[in-house]
């Protein structure tokens, strides 16, 4: 025993003389590769981003000739994430230029790996003015200075409702009427009571918890100094009108994107359902394909800037392409055409501005009854107001939201929330911060 | 079958018994049932009150909409090459390397066996991520022999390997081969190899299973669909959040995933539980 | 001559092995240590790791959630096991010496749940557990008792869920184990306890436990490699509760799908490294302890 006791003290020493196996990545600015020289770039996105890219491909293609663009689906953002994380940590198999969710952009803040396009010759900044703001500095650096992704699309977010069930309970149904009628929190949850009392399994809404959440989905957790910012006014009232859903029995508490939650989408027995514009495509899509004409959308209560999900382009370091890839980045998500025309295909929203001004957003979708959908979220990506974004974002929201589940299901205090929520949260990324408040050093 | 307690429990106790019996097995069999009859049905009429009891006809409509969802079929042959490719390198290599631990000395044999009786007792987890660089640096992300090739290192197969031929095969076989002068590099092969049949069969079994329903590993090297097995395909099934999830239409993955194992471990039990058990009845 | 054949008996051995100790070298031992020199460093850049020596370690006990996910993997582990040992040996004793006909049918019928896909299983489980229209709450429901959210509320129902699933897997296994220790207890041994007048409770503690006595610690080491790091049925289950998929309070965070969270979503390798080492450490202890124990029993 005691001669494999030092086998493996031995053999454990070894091992991590050969860590890391992590070795060092290669140098910024390195493997630019030239537009004039046929290049082969490797893509990698989620579903449907390839239904996305073949939309626009033609366009791009008459463009740069040379360029052709190898598309590789992961099955899902995780997937793709993890796929990611691997081929740069073994430096093999790195794709030219690859999607990033926005849950997963902190960690590329944080740790690195992707090539800052501020730098000459990309000059990604001269775009800045023609990106919704919040977009813009999700994918800059702390310091300003440095951008690692460039913006996709984003999730501006509104209620979904179902124009039925609000005529049942004897209100108007069109958006300007609904807008008005859920101008506060307060008459959201006294719509909600009446609409409940229409029958047994009917709920107001989904799960009360997404109230509080998309307050804070993937931003306001901290300041731009990394102090936690969470106690304050705001909070106290998100919370407390979720607990009221949650009390008086309005919300269905059914878990997001599970079977009941689909089945309750699609036969009625929910009536809203906070999301973002994505989410229209996926309810026309396929949750609740037969319901044509039966949802419409008005803004958030009371704070109508609201965002969730989105997604950049990046290009890896260790891409060999930069150049080209740079170019393929720009065409897709630059270009007013190419991102209407994606919007068209896959409804990913352009968080590109001036991609706004097209016809296009002031026609009328059928299966939200023609209502101006486009205008809409267009709007409310550009309302007032701000909200931070830092690279702790991530850690902070999982242990936010486990934090708000236990709040809503035990019936805890506000006070006893917040500070749960604090410490949860310090908790969660204390590794990240300490690292991160060294790089700001 | 010992019946020497059993006849002093008499006719009534042992009625109260089998009553006992089928209970449980009823609690045994029901998940199966339900799985069966979910994927007959369509997602709306599974969540209807009262739920359906029996089986549906929309079973063909299902069908339809899974192989909209995950080419099946090519998850299942994917599945079916990995489990018997591993399965049969797993069988030479063991089997070879048990013989050698069983039959002969040499220098560094008691080391190395017990770095092998080590890394049995470590959980897979501890590997994870160093293995998780290695198949980046071969290549091997997303392709399935990242499945195959590891999966034939198996510590416990050559372990159990060494014990079965230690136990059941005498050494003077060994002799004799060489008196018949047999080369000393085929005596395994000639001589050995075919009394093992029973052990091979056992250990097959086991590995076949354990590749077959394996999901973590696949999980993490497998990233497209066309190479997903099996469990990736089903877990796909389930939370894919581009198509939905439609209970009818993942029972029914679940069913036909699970449907081949259960034709083959119902027509012959007896090898499977023998395979299955095989660490614990020799130690 | 003696020497000459010993040699070329060793370059015989030594190609025999080969095959397998190049791929287990590669594939098993080469990871295992090399996660072990991992847990000792921090990820500073995707490139660069720095060593922070025993950092990592010393931060488990103050980290809430490895605390969680340690004791909920343990209280999954003890209650399942509380189930499944004494469970299976019960039934194996039922089926052994209890009936006359139809062990066999049993036996495989209660084994059936091993060689199942344990996604399949979870996915099955899923449905059954589903709040609105599960059927087990629709059933609930038609009785007059209130639905239950399995797992939402407090989370007091994930453990329970997937301990069930453990025990509907894993009870033939053990049972079939038990009932091979069984049919190898010579009958005799009974016949003459019989005819001192012993009844079916002295036979039961008397011989049959004493005789099993190394059966039990095989199955108690297999339980804890096995058990502790239970993965499949919680993520699969609690995939739809958020990106570290626990389930409310946490109630189903266990300590390999914790690990994998740190790992793929947060990029802590070198902690996630120093929770497995952990986990190890805690195996290797357990397994040394029951096999003590079963010493301990032989000599007295």
Not at chain 2, 165 to 186: N, Q, T
Not at chain 2, 189 to 208: E, K, M, Q, S, Y
Request: charged share 15%.
């Amino acid at each position: 025993m005691k001669r494999m006791l030092r086998l493996i003290v031995l053999a454990a020493l070894f091992a991590s003389a050969v860590n890391p196996v992590w070795s060092a990545g290669s140098a910024e600015d390195e493997g630019l590769g030239s537009l004039q020289e046929p290049a082969a770039l490797t893509f990698w996105g989620w579903p449907t981003a390839d239904a996305a890219v073949a939309a626009v491909i033609d366009g791009f293609k008459a463009r740069y000739p040379k360029i052709s663009v190898d598309v590789v689906m992961k099955t899902g953002t995780n997937e793709l994430r993890d796929a990611l994380t691997t081929a740069m940590a073994a430096h093999s198999g790195v794709p030219d230029v690859t999607m990033i969710e926005i849950k997963d952009i902190d960690k590329f803040m944080i740790y690195g790996g992707l090539q800052d396009i501020g730098r000459k010759p990309f000059n990604a900044g001269q775009y800045e003015k023609d990106f919704v703001p919040y977009k813009w500095k999700q994918c800059t650096t702390l310091d300003g200075e440095g951008i690692l992704a460039f913006p996709w699309d984003i999730g501006p977010s509104s209620v979904f409702y179902r124009r039925d069930l609000l005529e049942k309970a004897g209100y108007p149904s069109d958006p300007e009427s609904v807008a008005e009628l859920l101008s506060t929190w307060d008459d959201f949850i006294e719509v909600g009571r009446k609409v409940c009392a229409l029958g047994d399994k009917i709920w107001w809404t989904d799960n009360a918890a997404q109230i509080p959440y998309i307050y804070y989905s993937h931003k306001n957790f901290f300041t731009e100094d990394l102090e936690l910012n969470i106690e304050n006014p705001k909070t106290r009232q998100v919370l407390e009108v979720a607990a009221t859903l949650r009390h008086e029995g309005l919300d269905a508490q059914m878990g997001l994107w599970t079977e009941e939650w689909y089945q309750g989408l699609a036969n009625g027995s929910v009536a809203t359902t906070i999301m973002g514009c994505w989410f229209g495509g996926f309810l026309k899509g396929w949750i609740a394909a037969d319901s044509k004409g039966e949802w419409g959308i008005v803004p958030i209560p009371e704070d109508p800037l609201q965002n969730y999900g989105g997604s950049f382009l990046a290009i890896p370091q260790e891409s060999k392409n930069k150049l080209a890839a740079w170019a393929f980045i720009e065409y897709i998500c630059a270009d007013a055409d190419a991102q209407n025309t994606i919007l068209k295909t896959v409804d990913w929203f352009p968080a590109y501005i001036p991609a706004y001004s097209d016809a296009l957003y002031d026609e009328g979708d059928p299966y939200f009854g023609g209502q101006k959908t486009r205008r809409v979220w267009a709007d409310i990506a550009q309302s007032q107001g701000a909200f931070v974004t830092t690279a702790l974002d991530a850690g902070a929201e999982a242990a936010f939201t486990a934090e708000l589940a236990k709040f809503l299901d035990q019936d805890l205090s506000i006070d006893k929330t917040i500070s749960n929520m604090e410490s949860a949260i310090e908790n969660q990324v204390a590794e990240e911060k300490e690292l991160l408040l060294e790089i700001m050093k | 079958m010992s019946t020497t307690i059993a006849s002093g429990i008499g006719k009534p106790g042992r009625a109260v018994i089998h009553i006992l019996l089928a209970i449980l097995g009823i609690l045994f069999v029901f998940p199966f049932y339900w799985m069966f009859l979910q994927s007959t049905h369509t997602s709306l009429e599974i969540l209807k009150t009262p739920p359906p009891l029996f089986f549906g006809r929309s079973l063909v409509e299902n069908y339809l909409a899974m192989m909209d969802v995950i080419p099946f079929w090519r998850s299942f042959c994917n599945s079916l090459f990995v489990s018997l490719t591993t399965t049969a390198f797993s069988l030479l290599f063991c089997s070879m390397g048990g013989f050698a631990f069983a039959m002969y000395s040499f220098p560094g044999k008691e080391i190395l066996f017990n770095i092998l009786l080590l890394t049995m007792m470590l959980p897979w987890i501890v590997s994870l991520i160093p293995w998780f660089i290695i198949m980046s640096r071969l290549g091997w992300i997303d392709k399935l022999i990242a499945l195959i090739i590891p999966g034939a290192a198996n510590a416990f197969g050559i372990f159990w390997m060494r014990q079965y031929i230690g136990g059941h095969v005498p050494k003077d076989l060994l002799f004799a081969a060489r008196i018949d002068g047999c080369p000393e590099g085929l005596i395994f092969f000639r001589v050995f190899l075919p009394l093992l049949t029973p052990a091979l069969g056992a250990l097959g079994i086991l590995n076949f299973l354990n590749s077959w329903n394996n999901f973590f590993f696949p999980m993490v090297v497998l990233q497209t669909k066309e190479k997903f097995t099996i469990p990736l395909a089903l877990r796909y099934l389930n939370a894919d959040p581009y198509k939905g999830m439609d209970f009818g239409v993942t029972m029914l993955g679940a069913s036909m995933a699970v449907i081949p194992i259960l034709i083959v471990f119902w027509a012959a039990s007896r090898q499977f539980i023998s395979g299955l058990t095989t660490g614990a009845l020799k130690e | 001559m003696a020497s000459i054949t010993k040699r070329r008996e060793c370059s015989i051995a030594y190609l025999y092995i080969l095959p397998f100790f190049l791929l287990f070298f590669i594939f098993g031992v080469f990871p295992i240590f090399n996660s072990l020199g991992l847990s000792f460093t921090r990820q500073i850049t995707i490139g660069t790791t720095k060593f922070v020596g025993l950092r990592n370690y010393a931060r488990l006990f103050s980290d809430e959630l490895f605390v969680k996910a340690l004791t909920n993997t343990l209280i999954i582990w003890l209650t399942a096991h509380a189930v499944v040992i004494p469970g299976s040996f019960l039934l194996a004793f039922a089926l052994h010496h209890m009936i006359e006909k139809g062990s066999g049918f049993y036996r495989t019928l209660f084994f059936t749940p091993v060689v199942t896909s344990s996604v399949a299983i979870s996915l099955v489980f899923l449905t059954i557990f589903g709040k609105q229209f599960g059927i087990l709450n629709q059933f609930l429901n038609s009785l007059g008792i209130p639905i239950i959210d399995w797992f939402g509320g407090r989370g007091q129902y994930i453990k329970p869920i997937i301990v069930t699933i453990f025990v509907w897997k894993w009870l033939g296994y053990d049972m079939v184990i038990f009932l091979a220790g069984m049919q190898g207890i010579d009958p005799t041994y009974y016949e003459c306890a019989r005819v001192e007048g012993a009844g079916v409770g002295t036979l039961l503690t008397k011989i049959t436990i004493p005789l099993l006595k190394p059966i039990i610690v095989f199955i108690l080491i297999m339980s804890f490699i096995g058990g502790l790091q239970i993965f499949d049925e919680p993520y699969i289950l609690l995939s739809k509760t958020g990106e570290m998929g626990a389930g409310t309070n946490y109630a189903g965070l266990v300590l390999s799908r914790y690990l994998y969270y740190l790992a793929f979503s947060r990029w802590n390798f070198g902690y996630a490294s120093s929770i497995a080492y952990f986990l190890v450490a805690f195996i290797v202890a357990l397994s040394a302890l029951s096999k003590r124990l079963m010493k301990e029993d032989k000599s007295a």
